[in-house]
């Protein structure tokens, strides 16, 4: 069993910027391929971006330039740097470990002036 901890998300003004993080409680993160996800009210669930074990990174074309993914093995953790927030950005962001796939709980963005 994997347990993921999102954190990071707040509310941020358009233009602003974040940086979420995910901790996972196990012992060989590095073996794990992650993602990002996101969830607005009453929109599906969408990938933002993922990262495989060797470092080599997706980003959705929606964020493509704007947010970075990354990690750090020896902290179990991975990150979601956010530049340029628009209001269409606020969402629920969730941790995903692929396969097998276990979530966090989620952390709110909202964006908005």
């Known amino acids: 069993q994997v347990q993921l901890v999102e954190s990071g998300g707040t509310l941020v003004q358009p233009g602003g910027s974040l940086k979420l993080s995910c901790v996972a409680s196990?012992?060989?993160?590095?073996?794990?391929?992650m993602a990002w996800y996101r969830q607005a009210p009453g929109k599906q669930r969408e990938l933002v971006a993922d990262?495989?074990?060797?470092?080599?990174?997706r980003h959705a074309d929606s964020v493509k330039g704007r947010f970075t993914i990354s990690r750090n093995n020896l902290k179990n953790t991975m990150y979601l740097q956010m530049n340029s927030l628009k209001p269409e950005d606020a969402a629920v962001y969730y941790c995903?470990?692929?396969?097998?796939?276990?979530w966090g709980q989620g952390t709110q963005v909202t964006v908005s002036s």
């Open positions: 995903n470990t692929v396969v097998p796939s276990y």
């Open positions: 196990v012992s060989n993160f590095n073996i794990y391929q």
């Open positions: 990262i495989t074990i060797g470092g080599s990174t």
